[in-house]
């Protein structure tokens, strides 16, 4: 049986609904939106973001994860 305390707390769907309001379809997709949503997650949780825009009004952003093991070889 499923934990009731898992499932009265909404906020990855609350998370998930936000941000599928934000429209990116063409022709005229909302991306700068999309990418400053992820980055104020991000930034709450403390990860680091770098953001990359190689095409003009085509932003990408890079989240990252700190480690607490060495990379394997």
């Known amino acids: 049986m499923s934990d009731p ?4 707390d909404n906020r990855p769907v ?6 599928l309001r934000i429209d990116t379809t063409q022709p005229t997709p909302r991306y700068e939106e999309a990418v400053r949503f992820w980055e104020e997650v991000a930034g709450e949780h403390g990860l680091h973001t770098e953001r990359l825009e190689p095409v003009l009004g085509k932003p990408m952003l890079i989240v990252t994860l700190p480690a607490n093991e060495p990379v394997a070889k």
């Open 5 to 8: 305390a898992v499932l009265s």
């Open 14 to 19: 609350a998370l998930l609904q936000r941000y």
